[in-house]
Protein backbone atom coordinates (compact mmCIF):
# COMPACT_ATOMS: atom_id res chain seq x y z
CA UNK A 1 0.00 0.00 0.00
CA UNK A 2 2.87 2.46 0.95
CA UNK A 3 4.49 2.10 -2.26
CA UNK A 4 1.48 2.09 -4.29
CA UNK A 5 0.89 5.34 -2.56
CA UNK A 6 4.87 6.33 -3.16
CA UNK A 7 4.91 5.32 -7.56
CA UNK A 8 1.81 7.69 -7.79
CA UNK A 9 3.08 10.20 -6.29
CA UNK A 10 6.04 9.92 -8.47
CA UNK A 11 4.14 9.52 -11.46
CA UNK A 12 2.32 12.33 -10.63
CA UNK A 13 5.46 14.94 -10.02
CA UNK A 14 6.35 13.81 -13.13
CA UNK A 15 2.99 15.04 -14.74
CA UNK A 16 2.95 17.80 -13.32
CA UNK A 17 7.06 18.80 -14.36
CA UNK A 18 6.35 17.84 -17.76
CA UNK A 19 3.23 20.03 -18.10
CA UNK A 20 5.12 23.16 -16.35
CA UNK A 21 8.09 22.31 -18.84
CA UNK A 22 5.43 21.85 -21.82
CA UNK A 23 3.90 25.38 -20.56
CA UNK A 24 6.75 27.38 -20.22
CA UNK A 25 9.28 26.20 -22.92
CA UNK A 26 6.82 25.40 -25.95
CA UNK A 27 3.19 27.71 -25.12
CA UNK A 28 4.90 30.43 -23.67
CA UNK A 29 8.32 30.34 -25.43
CA UNK A 30 9.78 33.69 -25.57
CA UNK A 31 10.21 35.77 -28.33
CA UNK A 32 13.62 35.78 -29.73
CA UNK A 33 16.60 37.63 -27.80
CA UNK A 34 17.59 40.21 -30.51
CA UNK A 35 20.46 41.37 -28.16
CA UNK A 36 21.99 37.98 -27.26
CA UNK A 37 21.46 36.39 -31.07
CA UNK A 38 23.98 36.48 -33.20
CA UNK A 39 23.54 38.71 -36.34
CA UNK A 40 22.82 36.42 -39.57
CA UNK A 41 23.95 39.45 -41.65
CA UNK A 42 26.22 42.36 -41.48
CA UNK A 43 24.97 45.18 -44.23
CA UNK A 44 25.00 48.68 -44.57
CA UNK A 45 21.30 50.51 -45.12
CA UNK A 46 22.41 51.43 -48.62
CA UNK A 47 23.67 47.83 -49.66
CA UNK A 48 20.05 46.39 -48.24
CA UNK A 49 17.73 48.48 -49.55
CA UNK A 50 19.63 47.91 -53.29
CA UNK A 51 19.03 44.03 -53.06
CA UNK A 52 15.69 44.60 -52.34
CA UNK A 53 15.16 47.18 -54.59
CA UNK A 54 17.02 44.48 -57.22
CA UNK A 55 15.24 41.43 -56.25
CA UNK A 56 12.82 41.36 -53.99
CA UNK A 57 11.82 37.71 -53.87
CA UNK A 58 15.70 37.25 -53.69
CA UNK A 59 16.11 39.22 -50.89
CA UNK A 60 13.36 37.66 -49.24
CA UNK A 61 14.54 34.56 -49.13
CA UNK A 62 17.23 35.58 -48.09
CA UNK A 63 16.87 38.20 -45.38
CA UNK A 64 12.88 37.56 -44.15
CA UNK A 65 12.98 36.11 -40.29
CA UNK A 66 16.71 36.32 -39.94
CA UNK A 67 18.45 38.78 -37.30
CA UNK A 68 19.98 41.58 -39.92
CA UNK A 69 22.85 44.23 -37.93
CA UNK A 70 22.48 47.59 -40.53
CA UNK A 71 24.68 50.78 -40.38
CA UNK A 72 23.26 53.68 -41.62
CA UNK A 73 23.01 57.30 -40.88
CA UNK A 74 19.51 58.28 -39.32
CA UNK A 75 17.30 60.19 -41.29
CA UNK A 76 14.34 59.90 -39.03
CA UNK A 77 13.22 59.68 -35.39
CA UNK A 78 9.16 59.07 -33.98
CA UNK A 79 7.17 57.61 -31.62
CA UNK A 80 4.66 55.82 -32.47
CA UNK A 81 2.24 54.36 -30.12
CA UNK A 82 5.06 54.44 -27.48
CA UNK A 83 7.12 52.15 -30.01
CA UNK A 84 10.30 54.22 -31.51
CA UNK A 85 10.92 54.03 -35.23
CA UNK A 86 14.00 54.89 -36.78
CA UNK A 87 14.48 55.22 -40.47
CA UNK A 88 18.22 54.55 -41.22
CA UNK A 89 18.97 55.93 -45.11
CA UNK A 90 21.77 57.76 -47.17
CA UNK A 91 21.40 60.63 -49.02
CA UNK A 92 19.11 61.57 -51.97
CA UNK A 93 17.30 57.85 -51.85
CA UNK A 94 13.90 57.78 -51.22
CA UNK A 95 13.97 54.01 -49.74
CA UNK A 96 14.87 53.40 -46.07
CA UNK A 97 15.43 51.05 -43.62
CA UNK A 98 12.61 51.44 -40.83
CA UNK A 99 13.76 49.45 -37.52
CA UNK A 100 11.06 49.54 -35.33
CA UNK A 101 12.69 49.21 -31.75
CA UNK A 102 12.49 47.09 -29.20
CA UNK A 103 10.46 49.33 -26.08
CA UNK A 104 13.40 47.94 -24.12
CA UNK A 105 15.62 50.92 -26.69
CA UNK A 106 13.02 53.99 -25.80
CA UNK A 107 15.55 55.37 -23.13
CA UNK A 108 18.41 55.09 -25.42
CA UNK A 109 16.42 56.21 -28.50
CA UNK A 110 15.83 60.10 -27.03
CA UNK A 111 19.86 60.54 -27.12
CA UNK A 112 20.11 59.61 -30.61
CA UNK A 113 19.77 62.63 -33.39
CA UNK A 114 19.09 63.14 -36.71
CA UNK A 115 22.39 63.01 -38.80
CA UNK A 116 24.18 60.73 -36.75
CA UNK A 117 25.02 57.15 -37.72
CA UNK A 118 23.93 54.43 -35.96
CA UNK A 119 23.91 50.63 -36.46
CA UNK A 120 20.86 48.64 -35.46
CA UNK A 121 20.38 44.64 -35.01
CA UNK A 122 16.32 43.52 -35.71
CA UNK A 123 14.56 40.69 -37.37
CA UNK A 124 13.90 41.76 -40.83
CA UNK A 125 10.27 41.39 -42.14
CA UNK A 126 10.42 42.39 -45.28
CA UNK A 127 9.86 45.19 -47.75
CA UNK A 128 7.49 47.91 -48.26
CA UNK A 129 8.53 51.22 -49.77
CA UNK A 130 11.35 50.89 -47.27
CA UNK A 131 13.07 47.47 -45.98
CA UNK A 132 11.45 46.78 -42.28
CA UNK A 133 13.46 45.58 -38.99
CA UNK A 134 11.53 44.51 -36.11
CA UNK A 135 12.31 44.34 -32.53
CA UNK A 136 15.61 46.57 -33.14
CA UNK A 137 18.08 47.38 -30.64
CA UNK A 138 20.89 49.53 -30.61
CA UNK A 139 24.83 48.39 -31.69
CA UNK A 140 27.19 51.26 -31.92
CA UNK A 141 26.10 54.80 -32.22
CA UNK A 142 29.35 56.29 -33.39
CA UNK B 1 4.23 42.67 -58.04
CA UNK B 2 0.65 44.51 -59.11
CA UNK B 3 0.28 46.22 -56.17
CA UNK B 4 4.27 47.62 -56.38
CA UNK B 5 3.00 49.03 -59.54
CA UNK B 6 -0.20 49.91 -57.88
CA UNK B 7 1.84 51.89 -55.47
CA UNK B 8 4.51 53.41 -57.74
CA UNK B 9 1.67 54.67 -60.19
CA UNK B 10 -0.30 56.49 -57.06
CA UNK B 11 3.31 57.89 -56.01
CA UNK B 12 4.25 58.98 -59.41
CA UNK B 13 0.56 60.24 -61.26
CA UNK B 14 0.09 63.51 -59.35
CA UNK B 15 3.12 64.90 -59.66
CA UNK B 16 1.18 67.39 -61.72
CA UNK B 17 -0.91 68.46 -58.79
CA UNK B 18 -0.05 71.78 -56.99
CA UNK B 19 -2.44 71.55 -53.87
CA UNK B 20 -1.31 68.92 -51.17
CA UNK B 21 -3.44 65.98 -51.92
CA UNK B 22 -1.66 62.62 -51.36
CA UNK B 23 -1.18 61.73 -47.85
CA UNK B 24 1.46 58.80 -46.64
CA UNK B 25 1.73 56.96 -43.49
CA UNK B 26 5.00 54.27 -43.36
CA UNK B 27 3.95 53.57 -39.54
CA UNK B 28 0.01 52.71 -40.03
CA UNK B 29 -1.48 50.69 -37.01
CA UNK B 30 -3.17 47.42 -38.18
CA UNK B 31 -4.09 44.93 -35.56
CA UNK B 32 -6.71 41.90 -35.31
CA UNK B 33 -8.57 40.34 -32.69
CA UNK B 34 -9.49 37.17 -32.16
CA UNK B 35 -11.92 36.35 -28.97
CA UNK B 36 -13.50 32.78 -28.49
CA UNK B 37 -14.61 31.76 -24.89
CA UNK B 38 -11.03 29.49 -24.63
CA UNK B 39 -8.17 32.31 -25.62
CA UNK B 40 -8.35 35.76 -26.42
CA UNK B 41 -5.19 36.24 -29.49
CA UNK B 42 -4.46 39.91 -30.68
CA UNK B 43 -1.43 40.65 -32.89
CA UNK B 44 -0.21 44.44 -33.86
CA UNK B 45 1.68 46.01 -36.57
CA UNK B 46 3.02 49.39 -36.43
CA UNK B 47 4.47 48.95 -39.79
CA UNK B 48 1.54 49.90 -42.46
CA UNK B 49 2.03 51.41 -45.85
CA UNK B 50 -1.03 53.43 -46.50
CA UNK B 51 -1.26 56.01 -49.41
CA UNK B 52 -4.65 58.29 -49.72
CA UNK B 53 -5.02 60.63 -52.68
CA UNK B 54 -7.81 63.09 -51.39
CA UNK B 55 -7.86 64.49 -55.39
CA UNK B 56 -9.79 61.35 -56.42
CA UNK B 57 -10.34 59.45 -53.05
CA UNK B 58 -8.37 56.13 -53.86
CA UNK B 59 -6.95 54.47 -51.02
CA UNK B 60 -3.76 51.88 -51.11
CA UNK B 61 -2.49 50.00 -48.15
CA UNK B 62 0.06 47.19 -47.82
CA UNK B 63 1.67 46.02 -44.89
CA UNK B 64 4.18 42.84 -44.11
CA UNK B 65 2.36 39.77 -42.04
CA UNK B 66 5.83 39.05 -40.66
CA UNK B 67 5.41 42.65 -38.91
CA UNK B 68 2.80 41.33 -37.11
CA UNK B 69 3.69 40.94 -33.14
CA UNK B 70 1.96 38.90 -31.24
CA UNK B 71 2.47 38.19 -27.01
CA UNK B 72 3.16 34.70 -27.46
CA UNK B 73 6.05 33.82 -29.45
CA UNK B 74 4.47 30.44 -30.52
CA UNK B 75 1.36 32.40 -32.09
CA UNK B 76 3.20 34.22 -34.07
CA UNK B 77 4.90 31.22 -35.43
CA UNK B 78 1.88 29.48 -36.02
CA UNK B 79 0.36 32.23 -37.39
CA UNK B 80 3.14 32.84 -40.07
CA UNK B 81 4.25 29.25 -40.96
CA UNK B 82 0.78 27.27 -40.33
CA UNK B 83 -2.05 30.10 -41.01
CA UNK B 84 -1.09 32.75 -43.19
CA UNK B 85 2.17 31.25 -44.85
CA UNK B 86 3.85 33.92 -45.14
CA UNK B 87 6.89 33.24 -46.82
CA UNK B 88 4.63 32.08 -49.93
CA UNK B 89 2.33 35.61 -49.11
CA UNK B 90 4.10 37.91 -47.47
CA UNK B 91 2.28 41.11 -47.78
CA UNK B 92 -1.57 41.71 -46.98
CA UNK B 93 -2.85 44.96 -49.44
CA UNK B 94 -6.02 47.15 -49.90
CA UNK B 95 -7.00 48.92 -53.30
CA UNK B 96 -10.21 50.93 -52.65
CA UNK B 97 -11.84 54.10 -52.78
CA UNK B 98 -13.81 56.39 -50.31
CA UNK B 99 -17.17 56.48 -51.40
CA UNK B 100 -18.18 59.64 -49.86
CA UNK B 101 -15.11 61.71 -50.04
CA UNK B 102 -17.11 64.74 -50.94
CA UNK B 103 -19.34 64.51 -47.86
CA UNK B 104 -16.29 64.11 -45.75
CA UNK B 105 -14.57 66.94 -46.96
CA UNK B 106 -17.60 69.05 -46.75
CA UNK B 107 -17.43 68.81 -43.05
CA UNK B 108 -21.08 67.48 -42.93
CA UNK B 109 -20.22 64.08 -41.37
CA UNK B 110 -16.67 62.46 -40.28
CA UNK B 111 -17.64 58.71 -40.81
CA UNK B 112 -16.01 57.63 -44.18
CA UNK B 113 -17.06 54.77 -46.44
CA UNK B 114 -14.77 52.76 -48.18
CA UNK B 115 -15.12 50.60 -50.33
CA UNK B 116 -12.40 47.45 -51.95
CA UNK B 117 -10.51 44.76 -52.41
CA UNK B 118 -8.63 43.06 -49.83
CA UNK B 119 -5.74 40.81 -50.64
CA UNK B 120 -4.65 38.24 -47.76
CA UNK B 121 -2.88 34.84 -48.03
CA UNK B 122 -3.36 35.47 -52.65
CA UNK B 123 -6.64 35.47 -52.12
CA UNK B 124 -8.62 38.68 -53.22
CA UNK B 125 -12.31 39.58 -51.48
CA UNK B 126 -14.13 43.05 -51.90
CA UNK B 127 -14.43 44.94 -48.63
CA UNK B 128 -16.42 47.89 -46.87
CA UNK B 129 -15.45 49.20 -43.69
CA UNK B 130 -16.68 52.76 -42.06
CA UNK B 131 -14.37 54.95 -39.88
CA UNK B 132 -14.17 58.61 -38.52
CA UNK B 133 -12.17 60.55 -40.90
CA UNK B 134 -10.68 63.61 -40.05
CA UNK B 135 -9.21 65.81 -42.64
CA UNK B 136 -6.95 68.54 -42.17
CA UNK B 137 -4.04 70.25 -43.78
CA UNK B 138 -1.54 68.48 -42.33
CA UNK B 139 -3.33 65.30 -41.07
CA UNK B 140 -5.09 62.76 -43.21
CA UNK B 141 -6.42 60.30 -40.06
CA UNK B 142 -8.99 57.07 -40.60
CA UNK B 143 -9.94 55.57 -37.83
CA UNK B 144 -12.22 52.40 -38.34
CA UNK B 145 -13.31 49.06 -37.75
CA UNK B 146 -13.54 45.68 -39.84
CA UNK B 147 -14.68 42.05 -38.92
CA UNK B 148 -13.05 39.40 -41.61
CA UNK B 149 -14.03 35.77 -41.85
CA UNK B 150 -11.10 33.42 -41.84
CA UNK B 151 -12.52 31.27 -43.95
CA UNK B 152 -12.92 33.87 -46.92
CA UNK B 153 -9.30 33.71 -47.59
CA UNK B 154 -8.59 30.18 -47.63
CA UNK B 155 -6.79 30.65 -43.90
CA UNK B 156 -6.88 26.86 -42.92
CA UNK B 157 -7.14 26.21 -38.93
CA UNK B 158 -6.84 22.90 -37.82
CA UNK B 159 -9.52 21.24 -36.22
CA UNK B 160 -7.51 21.12 -33.19
CA UNK B 161 -7.14 24.42 -32.47
CA UNK B 162 -10.35 25.52 -34.12
CA UNK B 163 -11.96 26.09 -30.85
CA UNK B 164 -9.15 28.81 -30.29
CA UNK B 165 -9.56 31.13 -33.29
CA UNK B 166 -12.27 32.46 -34.31
CA UNK B 167 -14.28 32.58 -37.18
CA UNK B 168 -14.00 36.14 -37.77
CA UNK B 169 -11.84 38.32 -36.52
CA UNK B 170 -11.92 42.26 -35.80
CA UNK B 171 -9.28 44.34 -37.72
CA UNK B 172 -8.91 47.78 -36.45
CA UNK B 173 -6.73 50.50 -37.71
CA UNK B 174 -5.54 53.60 -36.95
CA UNK B 175 -3.86 54.94 -40.06
CA UNK B 176 -2.17 59.16 -39.40
CA UNK B 177 -1.25 60.33 -43.12
CA UNK B 178 1.02 62.50 -43.40
CA UNK B 179 1.54 65.45 -46.69
CA UNK B 180 3.32 63.20 -48.79
CA UNK B 181 6.96 65.45 -49.84
Known amino acids: MKKALLISLIVLLIAAFSAMYIYTRVYNKPHIDVYEADADYNVSALELIEEFEMDEQQANRRYLDKIVQVNGIIRNIETVNGLSVITLGYDGALAGVICNMDPVENKDVLGLKVGQPLEAKGVCTGYLLDVIIMRAVIIDQT | ?181
Open chain 2, 1 to 181: MRNTYIILLLLLLPLVNYAQERFITRNGFISFYSHTPVEDIQAVNNQVLSIVDLSNGTVAVSLLMKSFQFEKALMQEHFNENYIESDKYPKASFQGTIVNLLDVLAGENGVALVKGDLTIHGITKPITMEGKLDITDLLVKFEGKVMVTVADFEIKIPSIVSRNIAREVEVTCILEHEPYK
